[in-house]
């Protein structure tokens, strides 16, 4: 054999927890640091304001901590602390602050273990499951890194108090995960007969199912990208003035609007109040779809749902993107019944 081979495996384990409380429990904890959205209301982050900067450290809100300058701001300051690999690194916040939290404790010391509070429906629905980091290069969410945290708490209170337009951005992640996995949740969801916390834990327990069979995005959980493409050219074209959550609704109607579940797709997601027809142009949208993850050379990933609950996916020339979606919104008349 002229020649070696190294096959390694990585392993690792998420664990869930749902409850109240953990916050205060996790401070009184050593060897522990938090990061949070400074712009958190009181009543989350309140035991947190009592700890100096050895212990904890607010970012900004949203996207903007999604940098470069943000990462090199928190990993100076965790070297002047020096600390160490014992470290556990907690992030509380949406989104965007458990992205660029993951991805600092995926890098520093090669890997501290992390710990994750969702704050909003769609963190804890999709951002905080599945290990995927990130923060923002040229488009949003370019660099990054698989680092599932090894524990994600969900607080019942936060989820009770949480404000409407958080969970209509949140149950836009949860109808795409029902609407390609499975159709009985997805009638569950049109009948409107679970609770809240109930719904959380059948969104997440389908997002678990595909990220353990693939991690990575080689496969199946490249079916979690439904209505995605779409939506990720309509935040940019937008430059990001629309949230994700109200541009993967209007990525799913788009992508479904010729479907025979057209309209049942778009009632749901009325029926929780995701759905805003946000305005576009169909050829000026064109050059946005360049910035799609799922891309190679010329061609993407597009999900193709034949069925609620079955979804598949397709290797599609990039020109054909534009000619999966309509010139506008489907009216009532032109959706099938
Ligand atoms: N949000 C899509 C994924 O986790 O793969």
Not at 102 to 127: N, Q
Request: some cysteine; aromatic content about 8%.
């Amino acid at each position: 054999m002229n020649g070696l081979h190294l096959n390694a495996q990585r392993h690792f384990e998420s664990e869930v927890v749902f409850g109240t409380r953990h916050l205060s429990a996790l401070i009184q904890r050593d060897a522990i640091f938090f990061l949070y959205d400074e712009s958190l209301p009181e009543a989350i982050i309140h035991p947190l304001l009592a700890l100096d900067e050895t212990k904890a450290l607010g970012l900004p809100a949203g996207e903007s901590a999604k940098t470069w300058a943000a990462v090199k701001r928190v990993m100076d300051h965790f070297e002047t602390l020096n600390l160490s690999k014992s470290t556990t690194l907690c992030a509380i916040g949406g989104g965007a602050l458990t992205d660029v939290a993951a991805f600092i404790g995926s890098m520093y010391l090669r890997g501290l273990k992390t710990i994750l509070i969702p704050t909003t429906l769609l963190a804890m629905v999709d951002a905080s499951i599945g290990g995927k980091t990130a923060i923002n290069g040229r488009y949003k969410n370019r660099i990054g890194s698989f680092y599932p945290a090894a524990q994600i708490l969900i607080d019942e209170t936060i989820l009770e108090k949480m404000p409407p337009h958080l969970v209509q951005e949140g149950m836009s992640e949860v109808i795409k995960i029902a609407a390609i996995q499975d159709e009985e949740f997805f009638i569950q969801l049109e009948d409107q007969t679970l609770s809240m916390m109930d719904i959380v834990k059948k969104a997440m327990q389908l997002k678990i199912e595909i990220v353990a069979k693939d991690l990575t995005d080689q496969h199946r959980r490249l079916l979690l990208n439904f209505g995605h493409t779409t939506a990720h050219a309509l935040e940019a074209y937008h430059d990001y003035a629309y949230s994700h959550g109200a541009c993967v609704a209007a990525g799913m109607v788009l992508e479904t609007a010729e479907k025979p579940f057209g309209r049942r797709l778009l009632n749901v997601l009325n029926t929780y109040g995701c759905f805003t027809p946000i305005p576009y142009d169909k050829e000026a949208l064109s050059p946005f779809f360049l910035g799609d993850k799922k891309r190679s050379h010329d061609h993407l990933h597009w999900i193709e749902i034949p069925r609620i609950g079955e979804a598949k996916v397709q290797q599609i020339p990039l020109a054909e993107c534009l000619k999966k979606i309509p010139q506008h919104y489907p009216t009532l008349e032109e959706q099938h019944a």
